[in-house]
């Protein structure tokens, strides 16, 4: 219960599933995602506290990545996040949001608690966006963060650090990872048909091979993407629009330039 237009509109419906599967007497967990941006909703702290006095097999997981947009946590909250949820009388956890193992293990506890002894939880996973919460952040030029404190965070990515974990013991072969690599390459191969049908349509001038180098596998290189865009040859118009909701996938950028060109 996490994909929801209302933030933490989520949490009220797990704990509807949660007690529905309590009466029925199934072992049923419910889990309910939401960001640090929503901790002082009002919904939230409410299914917080009926989670609790209820006895609800319930999970309240929350992925902290220190801003809500642009806000920082420190400027909306006090005190930490776990002992805000503990003040309902639960079990609350912090773990580090990067660390695969770690999350796995936490989560396997909160499930137990609830599915053994009808008790709810807080998770509290701490990570990080390395972009900004929106695309038009770019456009408006919004800097609250230093570049300093993104690279640290991503030098703790956690799909590196698992995939050198696995290595460390093991379990995966660097060929292993490259096989996997060229698997998400391939993909990125298939969803690119559609720009390319796009840009053909339309006859854009910038070859399609530059689109693809900007955006291959790793992500997409957003001033590079920037002075695509700007290259264009559209209506100053239709630019803007590209630049403030430049998307993120082939695919997004193909719709994009079909609505535009």
Same mark, same amino acid.
């Given at each position: 219960?996490?994909?929801?237009?209302?933030?933490?509109?989520?949490?009220?419906? &797990?704990?509807?599933?949660?007690? +529905?599967?309590? %009466?029925? !007497?199934? =072992?049923?967990? *419910? /889990?309910?995602?939401?960001?640090?941006?929503?901790?002082?909703?009002?919904?939230?702290?409410?299914?917080?506290?009926?989670?609790?006095?209820?006895?609800?097999?319930?999970?309240?997981?929350?992925?902290?990545?220190?801003?809500?947009?642009?806000?920082?946590?420190?400027?909306?909250?006090?005190?930490?996040?776990?002992?805000?949820? &503990?003040?309902?009388?639960?079990? +609350?956890?912090? %773990?580090? !949001?990067? =660390?695969?193992? *770690? /999350?796995?293990?936490?989560?396997?506890?909160?499930?137990?608690?609830?599915?053994?002894?009808?008790?709810?939880?807080?998770?509290?996973?701490?990570?990080?966006?390395?972009?900004?919460?929106?695309?038009?952040?770019?456009?408006?030029?919004?800097?609250?963060?230093?570049?300093?404190?993104?690279?640290?965070?991503?030098?703790?990515?956690?799909?590196?650090?698992?995939?050198?974990?696995?290595?460390?013991?093991?379990?995966?072969?660097?060929?292993?990872?490259?096989?996997?690599?060229?698997?998400?390459?391939?993909?990125?191969?298939?969803?690119?048909?559609?720009?390319?049908?796009?840009?053909?349509?339309?006859?854009?001038?910038?070859?399609?091979?530059?689109?693809?180098?900007?955006?291959?596998?790793?992500?997409?290189?957003?001033?590079?993407?920037?002075?695509?865009?700007?290259?264009?040859?559209?209506?100053?118009?239709?630019?803007?629009?590209?630049?403030?909701?430049?998307?993120?996938?082939?695919?997004?950028?193909?719709?994009?330039?079909?609505?535009?060109?």
């Amino acid at each position: 219960y996490g994909a929801n237009g209302i933030v933490c509109a989520g949490a009220p419906m &797990a704990c509807g599933a949660a007690y +529905a599967s309590k %009466v029925a !007497g199934l =072992d049923r967990v *419910a /889990v309910t995602f939401f960001g640090d941006g929503g901790i002082n909703q009002g919904v939230l702290l409410e299914s917080m506290n009926m989670a609790a006095i209820w006895e609800l097999p319930v999970v309240f997981l929350c992925e902290n990545n220190g801003y809500a947009v642009t806000t920082p946590i420190s400027a909306v909250s006090r005190t930490s996040l776990t002992e805000r949820a &503990a003040s309902f009388g639960m079990e +609350a956890t912090s %773990v580090d !949001g990067m =660390d695969v193992a *770690a /999350v796995y293990a936490a989560a396997l506890d909160a499930v137990e608690r609830a599915r053994s002894n009808s008790a709810p939880s807080f998770m509290e996973c701490r990570t990080y966006r390395y972009q900004g919460h929106q695309s038009a952040e770019r456009v408006m030029k919004l800097r609250y963060r230093t570049d300093d404190e993104i690279q640290l965070w991503m030098a703790k990515d956690p799909i590196n650090a698992w995939a050198k974990q696995l290595a460390s013991v093991g379990v995966m072969s660097p060929e292993a990872r490259e096989a996997i690599d060229a698997d998400i390459d391939a993909g990125w191969e298939v969803l690119a048909e559609p720009v390319q049908t796009v840009m053909r349509r339309y006859g854009l001038p910038q070859p399609y091979e530059q689109l693809k180098a900007l955006t291959r596998g790793k992500g997409i290189n957003e001033e590079g993407l920037r002075e695509f865009i700007i290259g264009l040859a559209l209506p100053d118009e239709a630019k803007q629009r590209l630049l403030v909701m430049t998307p993120r996938s082939y695919v997004g950028l193909a719709v994009e330039l079909a609505r535009t060109a």
